[in-house]
């Protein structure tokens, strides 16, 4: 037996405790390592892109000391892009790894719930039956939205109204996830209609910039916008990570949990609030955006377990990470051109949910 911190352990509670410890400083170096990419791409984000300056007048643009048109692209293009990439793709995946913690679904993600369908509705409404986005272009070959404050503002107001369907139906089996899961997939697939109908009857140029609108697409972030996101996750990731302890008890079963004194039908309902109500922010402002909240959380679980104290920071950062690799690889694939963020995201998400899926049957089997 040997003595620690005033307590006497046998061996095998001092291995498991030398072995513990080990453990936690293998994920925290994994959660700086994480930070440490998010600088890095950061960096590579800022210096590169489809716009036709160098990489040195990119890099004398960050302090303002380039050419005018590289101080401009560099502080009113790419970085409001660069920061809405950051929060983003950590609301999305701070919100899948919780999401898939209070409902034991590791398929679960922030659009499972239909927000995003909800939030692709109302823009819709806002550029076909209000107005908002009559379709022109300004050189011959780009395209805008002509109100895209409204576009978002009726994206949100839906995405949000889907949330609290969402709870209201769920309300009446007290939250169970096979409900809410349902809910969600039900509420979704009506959006979807409505979405379908809409354009129907309206006019080609209108379906085309609603359709433009539901790219996923960065370079529309403003720094209002970015402000408004990171005060909204900001808030959740912080009401999530003192949660972080009833989280991990329902991620070991709803009967544990409540043995445990946790009141699991309002830490689902606080939960799915804040997750939908990220979704809802990030689609409004920058269109949807798939996977991040699927892969991130799942490949960070197969490498440090599911501790919400260690998972969540890790979880969220990685998909900063695969947001800010995604966005950069969407301005250099094509030299010139500038691809929706939310088609590289499913070109590469899309394999790796199928890896998960299958390696996943494997390992159970």
Same mark, same amino acid.
């Given at each position: 037996?040997?003595?620690?911190?005033?307590?006497?352990?046998?061996k095998?509670?001092?291995?498991?405790?030398?072995?513990?410890?080990?453990?936690?400083?293998?994920?925290n170096?994994?959660?700086?390592?994480l930070?440490?990419?998010?600088?890095?791409?950061?960096?590579?984000?800022?210096?590169?892109?489809s716009?036709?300056?160098?990489?040195?007048?990119?890099?004398?643009?960050?302090?303002?000391?380039?050419?005018d048109?590289?101080?401009?692209?560099?502080w009113?293009?790419?970085?409001?892009?660069? @920061? /809405?990439? !950051?929060?983003a $793709?950590? %609301?999305?995946?701070?919100?899948?790894?919780?999401?898939?913690?209070?409902?034991? &679904? +590791?398929?679960?993600s922030?659009?499972?719930?239909g927000?995003?369908?909800?939030?692709?509705?109302g823009?819709? @409404? /806002?550029? !076909?039956?209000? $107005?908002? %986005?009559v379709f022109?272009s300004?050189?011959?070959?780009?395209?805008?939205i002509? &109100? +895209?404050?409204?576009?978002?503002?009726?994206?949100?107001?839906f995405?949000f109204i889907?949330?609290?369907?969402?709870?209201?139906?769920?309300k009446?089996?007290?939250?169970?996830?096979?409900?809410?899961?349902?809910?969600g997939?039900?509420?979704g697939?009506?959006?979807s209609?409505?979405?379908?109908?809409?354009?129907?009857?309206?006019?080609?140029?209108?379906?085309?910039a609603?359709?433009?609108?539901?790219?996923?697409?960065?370079?529309?972030?403003?720094?209002?916008e970015?402000?408004?996101?990171?005060?909204?996750?900001?808030?959740s990731?912080?009401i999530?990570y003192?949660?972080?302890?009833?989280l991990?008890?329902?991620?070991?079963?709803?009967?544990?949990a409540?043995?445990?004194?946790?009141?699991?039908e309002?830490?689902r309902f606080?939960?799915?609030?804040?997750?939908?109500?990220?979704?809802?922010?990030?689609?409004?402002?920058?269109?949807?955006?798939g996977?991040?909240?699927?892969?991130?959380?799942?490949?960070?679980?197969?490498?440090?377990?599911?501790n919400?104290?260690?998972?969540?920071?890790?979880?969220?950062l990685f998909g900063?990470?695969?947001?800010?690799?995604?966005d950069?690889?969407a301005?250099v694939?094509?030299?010139?051109?500038?691809?929706?963020?939310?088609?590289?995201?499913?070109m590469?998400g899309?394999p790796?949910?199928?890896?998960?899926?299958?390696?996943?049957?494997r390992?159970?089997?």
């Amino acid at each position: 037996m040997v003595m620690n911190e005033n307590y006497l352990l046998t061996k095998d509670e001092q291995n498991f405790y030398e072995g513990y410890k080990k453990s936690n400083r293998k994920k925290n170096l994994l959660i700086l390592i994480l930070f440490i990419l998010v600088i890095v791409f950061s960096i590579v984000s800022v210096l590169v892109g489809s716009s036709n300056i160098g990489f040195i007048e990119s890099l004398k643009g960050i302090f303002m000391q380039g050419s005018d048109k590289a101080n401009l692209i560099v502080w009113n293009i790419r970085m409001p892009r660069l @920061i /809405a990439a !950051i929060i983003a $793709g950590f %609301g999305l995946a701070a919100a899948g790894t919780v999401m898939q913690g209070v409902l034991k &679904n +590791p398929m679960v993600s922030p659009s499972t719930l239909g927000v995003s369908n909800a939030a692709v509705f109302g823009a819709n @409404i /806002a550029i !076909i039956v209000l $107005g908002a %986005g009559v379709f022109h272009s300004t050189d011959g070959t780009s395209l805008t939205i002509s &109100n +895209p404050y409204l576009v978002s503002s009726i994206a949100f107001l839906f995405a949000f109204i889907s949330v609290l369907l969402i709870l209201f139906l769920s309300k009446f089996r007290k939250f169970s996830p096979e409900t809410i899961v349902l809910s969600g997939v039900a509420i979704g697939t009506l959006f979807s209609a409505g979405t379908t109908l809409v354009q129907y009857f309206s006019l080609d140029t209108q379906v085309a910039a609603a359709v433009y609108w539901s790219f996923g697409d960065l370079s529309r972030a403003t720094y209002s916008e970015d402000l408004i996101m990171f005060i909204i996750v900001g808030i959740s990731f912080i009401i999530f990570y003192i949660l972080r302890h009833k989280l991990n008890a329902l991620s070991s079963g709803e009967e544990n949990a409540k043995s445990l004194g946790v009141n699991v039908e309002l830490v689902r309902f606080i939960v799915l609030l804040l997750s939908s109500l990220i979704t809802a922010v990030c689609v409004s402002f920058l269109g949807v955006i798939g996977f991040i909240g699927l892969a991130a959380p799942q490949i960070i679980k197969r490498i440090i377990g599911n501790n919400m104290r260690f998972t969540l920071f890790a979880s969220s950062l990685f998909g900063s990470v695969l947001l800010l690799v995604c966005d950069t690889l969407a301005r250099v694939i094509i030299p010139g051109s500038n691809l929706p963020v939310g088609a590289v995201t499913a070109m590469f998400g899309a394999p790796i949910f199928i890896f998960i899926l299958f390696n996943g049957r494997r390992h159970r089997g």
